[in-house]
């Protein structure tokens, strides 16, 4: 593993442990060359899947990108770091239970919004509101008042 810091390839592991949900390994790294310290996880990779945009561009699935857009949908929400790893863990393997090696945008996209309708009614909104490309104060009225529906 290369060092995020100075670059050098040399360096080693100083504790593995599994993380809370069991779907990664968690190990402490220190570099020899420039004594910085820090993590890495490792994950269980199933298959290489291709996401199809909408224009029929093809990219390489990544689940980072996957997380970062959880992420902002929950910004400043009361949601810990820990439990949308658990629920992005969940896509993804959601995702890969398909048996497919290409899934389109629009798959992922919806089962991003089951993910987040379930954990945080805010984040659901606010993914929605880019994914379906709300584009009026009455788009957003509409989708509340549908979850509203739904919830009561």
Do not use: W
């Not at 670059?7 to 220190?30: C, H, L, M, W, Y």
């Not at 020899?32 to 909408?54: G, I, P, Y």
């Not at 790893?85 to 945008?105: A, M, P």
Request: net charge neutral; hydrophobic share 35%; glycine share 4%.
């Amino acid at each position: 593993m290369r060092c995020p810091f100075c670059g050098a390839d040399d360096t080693q592991v100083k504790d593995s442990r599994p993380t809370e949900d069991n779907a990664a390994i968690r190990r402490r790294r220190f570099c020899v060359k420039c004594d910085a310290r820090f993590t890495t996880f490792e994950r269980v990779q199933l298959r290489d899947m291709l996401v199809v945009k909408s224009d029929g561009d093809k990219q390489t699935f990544d689940r980072d990108k996957l997380l970062r857009s959880m992420k902002v949908a929950l910004r400043k929400r009361p949601v810990d770091d820990e439990r949308i790893e658990q629920v992005t863990n969940s896509v993804v393997r959601q995702l890969e239970s398909l048996g497919e090696s290409e899934i389109s945008s629009t798959t992922i996209g919806e089962h991003v919004m089951e993910a987040l309708r379930t954990l945080d009614h805010v984040a659901y909104v606010r993914y929605a509101s880019v994914y379906k490309d709300f584009r009026s104060p009455g788009d957003f009225e509409e989708f509340v008042d549908t979850l509203k529906k739904e919830t009561a």
